[in-house]
Each structure stands twice: as C-alpha cells, then as structure tokens.
C-alpha cells in the first residue's frame, strides 16, 4: 500500500512512483470500473422498478404531470445505465487496440454524464411517488431537497475541493 500523502499522489503525473502510462491507464480504468459497479447496481434497481409501474393497478390514476414525470424517470433511468455499461462494453471492442488512456477519459465523462442521469431519475421517480401519495407542495420541497444534495455531494463539493487542491 502506498502511504503518499493523497495530495501528492493525485498531483504527480504517474500517481505511483515507476509506473508506466499504459499501467496508470489500466490502474485508473480498473478503479473507475469498481465505482461504476456501485451505481450500475443502484441504477438497475432504479430502473427495474420503473419498468413494472405502468402495469400497476393505480397507474392508471395518475395524472397527466404524474405521468410525465413517470416518462422523466424511466428515460434518465435507462440513459444512466446506457451510460454507466459504456466503458465496459467499449472496452471489450477496443481491446488490445492501444487505446486505454482514451478509453479511461471518455469512460470518466460517460460515468459524470450517468450519474447526472441518475440525479434527474432519483429525482423525478421521488418526485412522482410524493406528489402521489401527499400532493405538490410536499412533493416539490421533498425533491428539490434530495436534487440539491445529490447536486451537492456528487458535483459540486468534489469540484470546489478539487479547485482548492489545484
């Protein structure tokens, strides 16, 4: 294990000392696959449940915003995991071709864009379920609670730590 202080370690060009580009590639995408396993999984829960709504017995009581609302979730739902699934499906074409540290970039926008979609569901599905079941104005502050933490704690915290450590 390397006991780097974490700041030098994010800042040096290899992170490890004597480590190669190609090894750094294969290091970064491997982590980066590790955390998209946690929201792959937390997508897929997400989204099967989406997919069973429609055939519920109430469905067909919610109103036409509900319903929109419902149409918001589903598809930001089925984006995040199209996503999130990306670097491992293109990685399986790109295999052996060289291309790893492109791979891990466009992989890492992939994984910010899934995760943005995974706020607009997490959102929009909690938004539908509160309205619901108490009406709008409990509906609305529930959801833009959770849209501003998940806002908070996924983008904008980790940026500005980022920007004070650059």
Known sequence: MNMQDPQSVESSPSAVPGE???????????????????????????????????????????????????????VSAAVASIFFIAPAAQHRILFRQGLKEPLVHR??????VGTLALAVS??????????????????????AVLALLAVWIWFVGPFLYRSRQG
């Open 122 to 143: 997490i959102t929009s599905a909690t938004l539908l379920v509160v309205d619901y079941i108490f009406h709008w104005p409990v509906a609305v502050i529930t959801s």
């Open 20 to 74: 190669s580009p190609a090894a750094r590639a294969d290091r970064n995408f491997v982590e980066l696959l590790q955390g998209l396993r946690v929201a792959v999984t937390g997508v897929q829960v997400l989204f099967a449940f989406l997919l069973t709504v429609p055939f519920s017995p109430g469905f067909e009581e919610v109103t036409h915003f509900q319903r929109d609302l419902y149409y918001v979730a589903l």
């Open 107 to 112: 992989s890492n926008r992939y994984a910010m």
